[in-house]
Each structure stands twice: as C-alpha cells, then as structure tokens.
C-alpha cells in the first residue's frame, strides 16, 4: 500500500509563498522555452453552457503533471466555485504518483504569478500604478503577487462590494475602473464575457496582462484595441486557439510572426518592449508547466506539512 | 469543506463485478456510437524509454471522468506496477468533483470487458474454446471476464510461472502457445514489443481481440496478417494513431473504410463478421469512455461501502 499525499488548497498555501510561486513560474516559463520542459496544448472537455474542462499534462524536472480544472463562470451564483479540480504529480521515471493537489490554489498562485510576471517583464522599468481589473480568487492572487513583489496594487470589479471586500482582505486599495484601467502595469482578470478595452482605451507605454480570455468566445480587449499593441503570449499555440488572439487570427490581422512568447523574451531569444511608448499586451491562456511548478515547490515542503495521504 | 470518496483497487473490486463492468462497457460503446457520450482523443505524455503517461477524458451520462494513467513497462522487473493513477469523475453540470478512484483497477475491468465484448461480437456464433495470451493484471481481468460470461479459458505466458499462478488464482487452464494462439476467441494482451501473430498463423473462423498494442512501436500482429483479417477497431482516431493499425496505415495497405468501429456493429450500423471462415480482428487502445463507464457503476455503490474520503 503507497500513501499519496494529498495538498487541500490550505496545504498549498502553507506549502508554496507568493514569492516563490512567482520564481517558480518565471523558471517555468524559462525551462519551457530552453525545451527542457514540454507540454501537449491542453485539451478542452466541452460541457457548455455551463462550463468547460480542462485536461492539462506536462513533464520537466524529473516528473509529469496532470491538471484537471474547471471553469465554470456562472457556479458563483449557486453558491460554488468557478475553478474546482485536482493536480496530479507523478514521477517520470516510473509513472508512480507523488502527490495529490487541490487545482483552485495552484491555479490562482500560477496565474497571479504569471500576469505579474509578464507585466514585469513588458511592462515600462518606470512604471507606478499596477492595478488589477476583476476582484474574484485569480484576481485577489494576482494582486497578491504584484504585493509581494513590492509593489501598492488598486483594485476594480464590476461588483463594487466584491472589490471592496478583496482590499479589505488584501490591505489594497479600490479604484474607480477608470483609474484602473488607465494603470502603468494591468492585469485583467475577469470571466471574459465583456470587452473591457475598446478601441484607443489603452495609453502609450501601458502594458496589459490579458488573463481572462481562455476559452470559446471570450475576450477582454477588442481585436482593434490588440493590434494597437505589440502583442506577447504565454504560448502561441494554445493563445491563437483558445486566448484573446483566436478573434485577432480568424480576422486575419495577426500572425505568428507579430507574436512573442514570453519565455523567449525571458531567456533573451527575443525583444520585449521596444520603446517606452509602446503599448504591451500579454494573452495568457494559463500553462500546464505552471501548475507543474507550483506542484513541484509544494512536494519539496511535503515533509514539515502535516499532510492527509490517499491509501493507494 | 467537500468529502471526496476515494475507490481504492480494492474498492473498485468491491463496488464493480466483472460482470456488471461488461455490461457498462457495452452501454459505452453504445453511447459512444449513437454521439451520446464523447472523447478527445487521449493525450500521451512521452517519458520513453521508460514509459509514458496518458490523459484521458470523456464526457457522459451528465458527468466528465479523466484518467491519468501510466504504461512503463519495465517496472515489475523493479517490483512496480507498469499501469498506475486515478480516475477523476466530475459532475458534468457544475464541475465538481464526485470521486477519485484507483486506475489500474478501472483499467483492467474495463479492458478485460472490451476484449471479451469484441470477441462475443465478431467470433463466430459457434465459437468454442477461449483464450487469453499475456497473463498479466489486464490479461487476467480477460479471462475472467470470459469466465463470467459462462467460458472457459486457457491462458498463456511466454512466463510459464506467471501463466500457472494465474490460472490456479482463477481456475482457469495453462495452455501451450500453439493451443492459445488457436482459440476460436483469443486475447493477446501482452506488452506489444513482440509480433506474437505472424503471417498465416491465424485460421479462418478465429477471431483476436488485440489488446496490447496502444502505444507508438507496439504491435502484436504483422501487418500481412493484419491485413488478412476483417478489422475492427474501438476508435478509428485513436486505433489509426496509437494501435495495431498504425503500421498498416502507415504502409497503405489499409484505410479508413476497411476498418468498422465497434460500436457501430452494436448499435447496428455496420455489419460484424461476414461469414464463418473469415478472420476477424480487435484493435483496442482503450477508451476513456470505458473508464467512465466503470467509474459510473463504483459511484453508484458508494453508499453501500465503507470509503476513504479527501477533504477538499
């Protein structure tokens, strides 16, 4: 008999810091694009109208993961979260498992960690303002993240009480959603139902993170308002069929070669931002390597946590 | 706080017969045929040499299941399962997570119940003697899948002590190579790195379940023997990219129209076996709907066992 042990989003928490989640993607992003990590693009289990699943295998660093995750944008209503799932650990030499972890947490470090990465990565060295449209658990992380990276962070949401509720939470401060929308560094992290940048709203040298567009039919700027701005992506394949960049493919006015990988720009295979007037736009559709990340920190701290374990 | 039953191997024994996992498995492949359950295909994550891990998930019954599961087989040398993981099964309208259940045991039911269905399908109505080649963890769940549904069945390994400890735990019969490549009903299930089926070995009237085939490299069965038999499949997509098939698409010697999905035999949409002398064959790679299927069953019985749970 093998006990697994098995991370509740507590443990994840407890395991896995702001500030080594960060790290641990930004070493991610830069291992995925030495090829030293790999990653199938994600496969979508359709379960519309009210959601969608995800399955999301990687392997680097000796193991494999497997991410099973949800989105299902109206469970709130019901009293039920948006991304519920399990992340799978497993030892690439032999198959075994070596973990089990709740997939919300690892999900909301990783992406918090990537949008701020990204921002940092893209956006002006001078930047002031970071600022983070959309309030719900991604968005609190993401907040979180631009924090511990030293930074004061203001908050918007469509729903004023829920903005209200995560500064309280986070000791940040609210912003009307123009203030936050006009912000040095900002992270959109919303269901992805709504065009929350039209045509000409961005100014020179702000730098978005595009985090909510990442399935069917979302987005969160408009196809005009993207080619406005030099255009970077986690990954290309899974952005141009399932992020913001599907809408701005199919019309025909992006391809490939107007796309950068962040991780290229990361490990110095590619520019980032050219001049400080350029606006920066990053479509992030989420990345196995990511949550393989977040896992892999959290195995390394399995033995000071008191872990429940799975009987195999 | 969300309790999550878990189905341990012996769980899954308890809570699934072999016959009630025939029965599913038919209703899968029925469902599957009439477009009422669906499957991306299954996603490899490549560690060779070692072995790979496979994401499998499929959609139905209002619920999507995914199975993470593993082929290294060279473990039992180092006294390792060569298939392990889990079995996820969600709630298809919110995403929430249903239960968690033990792979390799949700493997070796569903794939004993493909290789018996596929033989009771396509042999011939008079068919006698059963075997089943590759007496191991899968290859037994064959035999007594055949053995429940009223055969008898001989069993051979090219490990003789492996083949007599196998069938004294089941009471089944050790067989020579030559008797069990003869069944009138045979199932190779062994790990596919060895043609067991060369040109002209099989006879007119048999019919072979091949199982093992489900990876790149595999087969069990030289494409001029393949070619000689009427060819059935479980999954055009999956058999023509992962089975026995590859090679033979790969040489051109056949295509899509000479290859019949099962479940469209059973649903009545194709013809099965044609006539009494004429060879027929299985190409399985397994189906993520079979998993499901079984999953679906164990659900059913879980207030009647004494699970473990995960606190969420």
Partial sequence: ???????????????????????????????????????????????????????????????????????????????????????????????????VLDAAAVTALRTGAAAVLAAETLGRPDAQT????????????????????????????????????????????????????????????????????????LRPGQHVSLMGADGPGKAEIAVEELVRTNIFCDDWEQASHNGELVHAVEAGVVAREQVTEVGAVLVGDALGRTSDDEITSFDSTGLAIQDLAIALVAMKKADELDLPTIEL
């Fill in 1 to 99: 008999m093998t006990s697994l042990p098995f991370f509740s989003a507590l443990h994840v928490e407890a395991a896995v810091s702001t500030e080594r989640a960060f790290e641990a993607v930004r070493e991610a992003f830069v291992a995925y694009a030495r090829g030293e990590w790999s990653m199938p693009p994600k496969v979508y289990v359709p379960a519309y109208p009210a959601g969608d699943f995800r399955a999301m295998p990687a392997l680097g660093a000796g193991h494999a993961a497997l991410k099973w995750v949800t989105s299902f944008p109206g469970n709130p209503a019901q009293g039920l979260p948006t991304v519920t799932g399990l992340v799978l650990l497993s030892d690439a030499s032999n198959g075994m498992l070596r973990a």
């Fill in 130 to 201: 970071a600022a983070v449209a959309g309030a719900g658990i991604n968005g609190k992380a993401a907040a979180r993240t631009f924090m511990a990276r030293g930074r004061e962070v203001a908050l918007y949401d469509v729903d004023p009480e829920r903005a209200a509720s995560a500064a309280d939470e986070l000791g940040a401060r609210v912003a009307t959603r123009e203030e936050a929308l006009g912000a040095d560094l900002l992270v959109t992290m919303t269901p992805g139902h709504e065009v929350l940048l039209p045509e000409g709203s």
